[in-house]
Structures are given as C-alpha cells and as structure tokens.
C-alpha cells in the first residue's frame, strides 16, 4: 500500500509543545495508492490530504496561549517544507512508473 507517515518527534527544535504531550496527536498516514498523481486533479487530492494531515498533526486542543498557538505555527511551517519534499519525490517517482510503463 502506498502511504506516507508523517511523524514530528524529532523535528521541531522549538522545544516541546503540547502536541508532542501525546503521541496520536503527532501522527498521521496519508494514502495515495488509489490516486493518479499523474494527473493535476490527482496531485490535487494529495495536497488536500496532506494539509488535513499537517493539521492534525500539529493541533493542539483547546488552548488560548499565544506561546502555543506560536508553536503551532512554527510547526505547520516546519511540517510542510519538509512533506513538500517528500510530496515531490512521490510525483516524480509515479510519472517515472508510468512512463516506464507506457515503453514496456
């Protein structure tokens, strides 16, 4: 199956942050296999996956602190530089495959 975990353990040097408190919340496996990420409509419905992914990834319940909401965001920023690497590696590996396909 193709997915994509996206984990935040190790990756924000902020410090710690409610989010990293519990380990479900830092979390979340994004399914590709059933998209053709050849196409723009494909792509699309990856890129949604994967914010909704940040986003529970990075939430934090129920808090009205300034610090928190801060590292929150500091975390989405970090988060998605680093998925948008990976976001591109699996698109040129998919347009890779099917390229290969279409000569075999």
């Known amino acids: 199956m ?5 984990a935040l353990a190790a990756m ?3 410090g710690s942050t409610p989010a990293l408190a519990e380990p479900d ?4 496996i994004v399914s590709y ?12 419905t990856l890129d949604r996956r994967l914010e909704k992914a940040i ?16 590292e929150t ?13 990976l976001r591109a590696r ?4 998919a347009q890779r495959h099917a390229a290969q396909d279409k000569r075999d």
Not at 25 to 28: S, V
Not at 33 to 44: H, I, K, T, V
Request: charged content about 30%; proline content about 2%; some cysteine.
């Open 12 to 14: 924000l040097a902020t």
């Open 55 to 70: 986003a529970e990834v990075c939430r934090v319940p129920h808090s009205r602190s300034v610090r928190v909401a801060s």
């Open 33 to 44: 296999e059933d998209l053709d990420l050849r196409s723009a409509e494909g792509q699309a």
């Open 2 to 6: 193709k997915t994509l975990a996206l």
């Open 25 to 28: 919340l830092n979390r979340a």
């Open 90 to 93: 699996i698109i040129t590996e």
């Open 73 to 85: 965001q500091a975390c989405i920023a970090d988060l998605r530089d680093q998925v948008a690497k």
